[in-house]
């Protein structure tokens, strides 16, 4: 098992508690687990609006929310279901409304209701609009909680764990005899792993991990760097819960939403900036690899030209909080800049092919003996105990 953010842990422990007897070990470069997407996030757990009817990303969705639930319930994890309210705010809004709806119904989300200026005021008493969607099933959890409780239940089930551990290469599995089963070889820096079947949760790097293991060069990762502002002490009561904007289906991304999270923090975010290395945390990190391979890349290139407009949008919205919080006070009017301060950031792995699309589904392929997950965008977390036995299926499939 390669990577050790929430979707790894979960696929792990699936696979330890359907072959008890196998040995079953998880390598995470990092020197601690969940480092990257997982305790980057703004923590929630949604509920399946947005999907595509009959994809993975809606089925596994509205599946794993209700599987997360009763984990954290049963693990005493702390959560909460703060809801969402999805605010249309001019008349284009509220015909994407009417569509969003039927997709959400069509996705099966639980207790999804329309609601109108007054009901809005009811929810989110700081917030206007013409109409929303109002989703009470939505939550908010820490990841990174759920992904130690995750570590613990492999861990005593007879996995074992191994931080600081990259893999450099994953080569296609050598050919198979009539008495040598084939196997894959993974290159770390303490020698090599030989397993009869490995899966690959590797995020960031799950692109380079495919190809080296002989999978096709297409989708690429390219790093999405999501920024965040804070709304500052003794103003989040601005908002309960989460109030999202209505998606401009032509844009791709949800645009500035405002989320508070379980530990009471007001979130207004996140952009969503293409940058110069997969660590960009910081935002004028360059990594001279990362940013020749997403230069490089035809795709790249495609995707800037097909989506300038939004891609304009998100440079004013990361180098101008003023502009961000613009587009949050559209939902939330008493919102002001004196109100914010700068807030986390984290960086999407964002799959993308080699004609500019996003890729938006979750992406799973088998590469010889191996399994790998090479695009789980959100609502990768919220889908993980899901996603996790789709995965394990997959690996264990003859």
């Not at 949008?313 to 939902?331: D, I, K, T, W």
Request: net charge positive; with cysteine.
């Amino acid at each position: 098992m390669v990577g050790g953010g929430i979707l790894g842990l979960a696929t792990a422990r699936e696979l330890k508690s359907r072959v008890p007897d196998a040995s079953v070990c998880l390598l995470e470069a990092e020197a601690k687990l969940a480092t990257h997407q997982t305790s980057h996030s703004s923590g929630v757990i949604h509920a399946g609006v947005y999907y595509e009817p009959g994809s993975l990303r809606a089925r596994l969705c509205v599946e794993g929310a209700a599987m997360l639930r009763h984990y954290c319930d049963q693990r005493e994890v702390p959560r909460k279901a703060n809801g969402k309210l999805i605010i249309a705010t001019d008349e284009d809004d509220l015909e994407r409304l009417d569509a969003l709806e039927l997709r959400a119904r069509a996705n099966g989300v639980a207790g999804l209701a329309r609601v109108d200026e007054r009901g809005i005021a009811e929810i989110e008493p700081e917030a206007r609009g013409l109409g929303a969607l109002h989703s009470p099933e939505t939550g908010v959890v820490d990841f990174s909680l759920v992904a130690g409780a995750l570590a613990t239940d492999f861990e005593a089930a007879g996995g074992t764990i191994h931080p600081g551990t990259p893999v450099a290469v994953a080569r296609p599995p050598r050919p198979a005899t009539a008495t040598d089963r084939p196997e894959i070889a993974l290159t770390t820096p303490a020698g090599k792993v030989r397993a009869g079947r490995a899966v690959f949760c590797a995020g960031l790097q799950s692109d380079r991990l495919a190809r080296d293991a002989g999978g096709p060069p297409s989708p690429r990762i390219v790093p999405i760097r999501g920024g965040y502002l804070r709304v500052r002490p003794g103003r989040e009561h601005l908002v309960r819960g989460n109030v999202y904007p209505v998606p401009d289906p032509r844009l791709p991304f949800l645009g500035a939403h405002l989320t508070r999270t379980i530990d009471g923090e007001l979130l207004i975010g996140p952009t969503a900036l293409l940058v110069a290395a997969r660590d960009a945390y910081r935002l004028l990190r360059v990594s001279p690899r990362d940013l020749t391979e997403t230069a490089v890349w035809p795709g790249t290139w495609r995707m800037i030209g097909r989506n300038w407009r939004a891609t304009l949008r998100e440079l004013r919205h990361s180098l101008s909080p003023r502009a961000l919080v613009g587009e949050a006070a559209r939902m939330v009017p008493g919102l002001g800049i004196d109100d914010v301060e700068p807030g986390p950031a984290g960086i999407r792995a964002q799959a993308l092919g080699r004609d500019g699309g996003l890729i938006d589904d979750f992406l799973i392929e088998r590469i010889g003996n191996g399994v790998h997950v090479r695009n789980a965008p959100s609502p990768a977390a919220t889908s993980s105990l899901a996603l996790a036995r789709l995965i394990a299926d997959r690996a264990l499939a003859a």
